[in-house]
Nanobody, 115 residues
């Protein structure tokens, strides 16, 4: 089983960029589907992007063309590169590790997009 810890959040102006990192501890990281989710105040948690063990990806429509998810299995890390950020991207971003019936969440990292 893997444990995950997010980092890289912060305050950025509209149009700016941030890169989030999710470091995983544990074995067999490469076999896990890794996802980034976000939750804004008063809203439900939603999928932002996901990458499977073969490198296949899928994205929420709202971030397509702006966000890129990637993974480095040698470093047990998954990244979320966020470009052209908008105020509506403001949320707590969570990393998720999923394999079969196992699912584990990080503590989240705050991303605030504001001028």
């Amino acid at each position: 089983q893997v444990q995950v810890v997010e980092s890289g959040g912060g305050l950025v102006q509209p149009g700016g960029s941030l890169r989030l990192s999710c470091a995983a501890s544990g074995s067999l990281f490469s076999f896990y589907v890794m996802g980034w989710y976000r939750q804004a105040p008063g809203k439900q948690r939603e999928l932002v992007a996901r990458i499977d063990s073969n490198g296949g990806t899928n994205y929420a429509d709202s971030v397509k063309g702006r966000f890129t998810i990637s993974r480095d299995n040698a470093k047990n890390t998954v990244y979320l590169q966020m470009n052209s950020l908008k105020p509506e991207d403001t949320a707590v971003y969570y990393c998720n590790a999923n394999r079969g019936t196992f699912s584990n969440w990080g503590q989240g990292t705050q991303v605030t997009v504001s001028s």
